[in-house]
């Protein structure tokens, strides 16, 4: 490709008598014309790499693999990176980074084991340390999860931090490091049998001053109840200030409205911030403090749950079996074994017709799922909009996708229908029905894949898709060329999904691909 110069005509310029002077603007102007000429060439020739890379569908991404037992990497095309060679599985925490790490010569006598940490050209890195490992975590559902920023990592006997690009965030002086259960980011630190609390920066959020140190809330900025050396406990801020002193025999995980459930001397109660109590009678428990400070809180008695506000006023009598606020003043019931949702007033707003119901705050739902694994959406007026087997809720992008029927459909937040190519803006292919077999089309409609599968799923953002035939499972690539024959019986995995050649795991919890 060339481009033509302008302003080429018309060259009439003076002729002088005494040695001609260089137009510094002019050389200026070539200068610049000629760097711009040089990018846009090498813009040109981005495009151009890009373009036969499409297959490509998203930046480069890393999964654990798993082939005849052994253990390994691939990326996101599908391409080997380690070999399965490991009898350990390998810890990917961060999969846009090139950190893998490997346990071997492991001794189950003893607990005994080394590690070592892998980049994609198989070179050993972080070298320095006697081991480096990932912080493991865990949800509220028992989850097991990876901190995706940091590394633990052991120095002559000693812990520290390290975060995934080799810098050390905290240096090696302590005797254990662990996360806060449940907590990103945040990260209990022991020392002469005391506790401290640090972030992933390094930064001291507490000092090493406590018997022991548990998360308050849900995220590193709730605060920590702390137990002091005399047994007490207590809870101090994000910022290390003391909220309440430590005395109690024990402090619930429930707060809000700066109000606290706490045991002294034997006796639960709630409590504000100064310490002075606020409900002491009338509850076995309180298992939650309600948005608004006026509906009071969510209470137990002789194993049912009521509300009650402040004063002791019981506002919904304890008649249900289990009761959690869903956003201010609504609540999920459940009694008789079904689940409903009933206003701060006890009005019933969806019937007691289900087995579970869920609330999406992101999406303003109510996701209701009855006893044949339907799910019927309710909007935040408590209309029932569309009823099939849910699949995804995108809060990013704004869209849900449900099963009706044989019929996959996608809605925005309003109820409004979508077609797949506005939802999946980022797909090569889309997957189409036809006479009850499946095919796929490009963005204009065009068939690209033939009506010749007995199922398939759409395209996954690494531009794959599984096809099924004669009770098989394969995949195709973002062209719609077969990658993997259908050999794989995957009728009993609760999610189909390929990475070339690799397909999901069973176990959605484990997260790796393999062939067997």
């Given at each position: 490709?060339?481009?033509?110069?302008?302003?080429?005509r018309?060259?009439?310029?003076?002729?002088?008598?005494?040695?001609?002077k260089?137009?510094?603007?002019?050389v200026?102007?070539?200068?610049?014309?000629?760097?711009?000429?040089?990018?846009?060439?090498f813009v040109?020739?981005?495009?151009?790499?890009?373009?036969?890379?499409s297959?490509?569908?998203?930046s480069?991404?890393?999964?654990?693999?798993?082939?005849?037992?052994?253990?390994?990497?691939i990326?996101?095309?599908g391409?080997?990176i380690?070999?399965?060679?490991?009898?350990?599985?390998?810890?990917?925490?961060?999969?846009?980074k090139?950190?893998?790490?490997c346990t071997y010569?492991v001794?189950?006598?003893?607990?005994e084991?080394?590690t070592?940490v892998?980049?994609k050209?198989?070179k050993e890195?972080?070298?320095?340390?006697?081991?480096?490992e990932?912080?493991?975590?865990?949800?509220s559902?028992?989850?097991?999860w990876?901190?995706?920023?940091?590394?633990?990592?052991?120095?002559?006997?000693?812990?520290?931090?390290m975060n995934?690009?080799?810098?050390?965030?905290?240096?090696?002086?302590?005797?254990?490091?662990v996360?806060?259960?449940?907590i990103?980011?945040?990260y209990?630190v022991?020392k002469?049998n005391l506790y401290g609390?640090?972030?992933?920066a390094?930064?001291?959020?507490?000092?090493?001053?406590?018997s022991?140190?548990?998360?308050?809330?849900?995220?590193?900025?709730?605060?920590y109840i702390?137990k002091?050396?005399?047994g007490?406990f207590?809870?101090?801020?994000?910022?290390?200030?003391?909220?309440?002193?430590?005395?109690?025999?024990?402090?619930?995980k429930?707060?809000?409205n700066?109000?606290y459930?706490?045991t002294e001397?034997?006796a639960?109660?709630l409590?504000d911030?100064s310490?002075?109590?606020?409900?002491?009678?009338g509850f076995d428990d309180?298992?939650?403090i309600l948005?608004?400070?006026?509906?009071?809180?969510i209470?137990?008695l002789?194993?049912?749950?009521?509300?009650?506000?402040l004063s002791?006023?019981v506002?919904?009598?304890?008649d249900?079996?289990?009761?959690?606020?869903?956003?201010?003043?609504?609540?999920?019931?459940?009694?008789?074994?079904?689940?409903?949702?009933?206003d701060?007033?006890?009005?019933?707003?969806?019937?007691?017709?289900y087995q579970?119901?869920?609330?999406n705050?992101g999406a303003?739902?109510?996701?209701?799922d009855?006893?044949?694994f339907?799910t019927t959406?309710?909007n935040?007026?408590?209309?029932?909009?569309?009823?099939?087997?849910?699949?995804?809720?995108?809060?990013?992008?704004?869209?849900i996708t449900?099963?009706?029927?044989d019929?996959?459909?996608?809605?925005n937040f309003?109820f409004?229908?979508?077609t797949?190519?506005e939802?999946?803006?980022?797909n090569?292919?889309?997957?189409?029905?036809?006479?009850?077999?499946?095919?796929?089309v490009?963005?204009?409609?065009?068939?690209?894949?033939?009506?010749?599968?007995?199922?398939?799923?759409?395209?996954n953002?690494?531009?794959?898709?599984g096809?099924?035939?004669?009770?098989?499972?394969?995949?195709?690539?973002s062209?719609?060329?077969?990658?993997?024959?259908?050999i794989y019986?995957?009728d009993?995995?609760?999610l189909?999904?390929?990475?070339?050649?690799?397909h999901l795991?069973?176990?959605?919890?484990a997260?790796?691909?393999?062939?067997d």
């Amino acid at each position: 490709m060339s481009r033509r110069a302008r302003g080429a005509r018309g060259n009439r310029g003076k002729r002088y008598d005494t040695e001609p002077k260089l137009n510094m603007k002019k050389v200026f102007a070539v200068i610049i014309a000629i760097v711009v000429i040089i990018m846009f060439i090498f813009v040109i020739r981005g495009i151009i790499i890009n373009a036969g890379n499409s297959d490509n569908i998203s930046s480069l991404s890393y999964f654990v693999s798993f082939q005849d037992n052994k253990w390994g990497v691939i990326d996101s095309n599908g391409n080997d990176i380690i070999v399965p060679s490991y009898q350990e599985m390998m810890i990917i925490p961060n999969e846009k980074k090139d950190v893998f790490l490997c346990t071997y010569d492991v001794n189950y006598e003893t607990g005994e084991y080394k590690t070592k940490v892998l980049n994609k050209e198989n070179k050993e890195i972080f070298t320095d340390y006697e081991q480096v490992e990932a912080i493991q975590n865990m949800d509220s559902n028992n989850q097991l999860w990876y901190e995706e920023n940091v590394l633990r990592i052991k120095k002559d006997g000693k812990y520290g931090i390290m975060n995934l690009d080799g810098k050390v965030v905290v240096e090696p002086q302590y005797d254990e490091i662990v996360a806060v259960s449940g907590i990103k980011n945040a990260y209990k630190v022991k020392k002469d049998n005391l506790y401290g609390i640090v972030d992933v920066a390094g930064t001291q959020i507490l000092n090493v001053n406590y018997s022991d140190i548990t998360n308050l809330g849900k995220d590193n900025k709730s605060g920590y109840i702390v137990k002091d050396q005399n047994g007490k406990f207590g809870i101090v801020d994000y910022s290390a200030n003391q909220v309440l002193e430590c005395k109690y025999d024990s402090i619930e995980k429930v707060y809000g409205n700066d109000l606290y459930v706490v045991t002294e001397n034997g006796a639960k109660k709630l409590v504000d911030k100064s310490g002075s109590d606020i409900l002491t009678t009338g509850f076995d428990d309180i298992t939650s403090i309600l948005k608004n400070k006026d509906n009071g809180v969510i209470f137990k008695l002789n194993q049912k749950y009521g509300v009650m506000n402040l004063s002791g006023t019981v506002v919904i009598s304890p008649d249900y079996d289990d009761l959690a606020e869903a956003k201010t003043g609504i609540l999920i019931a459940k009694k008789e074994g079904k689940y409903g949702v009933i206003d701060i007033s006890n009005a019933e707003k969806i019937p007691f017709n289900y087995q579970k119901i869920t609330y999406n705050e992101g999406a303003d739902i109510y996701i209701a799922d009855d006893e044949n694994f339907n799910t019927t959406i309710y909007n935040n007026n408590y209309e029932a909009k569309v009823t099939g087997i849910l699949t995804d809720i995108d809060t990013e992008k704004g869209y849900i996708t449900i099963v009706v029927g044989d019929q996959t459909r996608y809605y925005n937040f309003r109820f409004e229908e979508k077609t797949d190519k506005e939802v999946l803006t980022t797909n090569t292919l889309y997957l189409s029905k036809k006479d009850d077999k499946y095919g796929f089309v490009d963005k204009d409609g065009n068939v690209v894949v033939d009506y010749i599968y007995d199922d398939a799923t759409e395209q996954n953002e690494y531009g794959y898709a599984g096809i099924k035939k004669d009770g098989k499972w394969g995949s195709i690539d973002s062209k719609g060329a077969v990658v993997q024959e259908p050999i794989y019986n995957l009728d009993d995995y609760l999610l189909v999904d390929f990475i070339g050649r690799w397909h999901l795991a069973k176990d959605l919890n484990a997260n790796y691909y393999n062939k067997d």
